[in-house]
């Protein structure tokens, strides 16, 4: 049965099973609303079925920006799969946004 075989070995070198991302915000600010809609569009795209966002709105709960050093807003956290990796902005860019949370390989250019 070579056919599971090559299944197990896809499966294998498949995306993690969970991707856990939080996004950190500042209240309802247009930038904000852009960063959780951009993330959403791009999680459904690339991750559907795998992935859990959760938004800390820091005007609501200052205190949680020290865990994971959040200096600026909005602020995407990938929590799993580990390593922890940050993404500060509107996250508009989709290819710099799979890049930085390794959904996607940087592209190699000539240059």
Known sequence: MAGHAEKRQLEGQAKPERWMLRLYVAGQTPKSVAAFTNLK???EKHLAGQYQI???DLLVN???A???QIIAVPT?????????KKIIGDLADEERVLVGIDVR?????GV
């Open 62 to 64: 200052p205190k949680l």
């Open 54 to 56: 959760e938004v800390v």
């Open 76 to 84: 995407l956290v990938r929590q799993l799969p580990v390593p922890i």
């Open 66 to 68: 020290k865990g994971d």
């Open 105 to 109: 390989p940087a592209a190699h250019t």
């Open 41 to 43: 569009r791009i999680c």
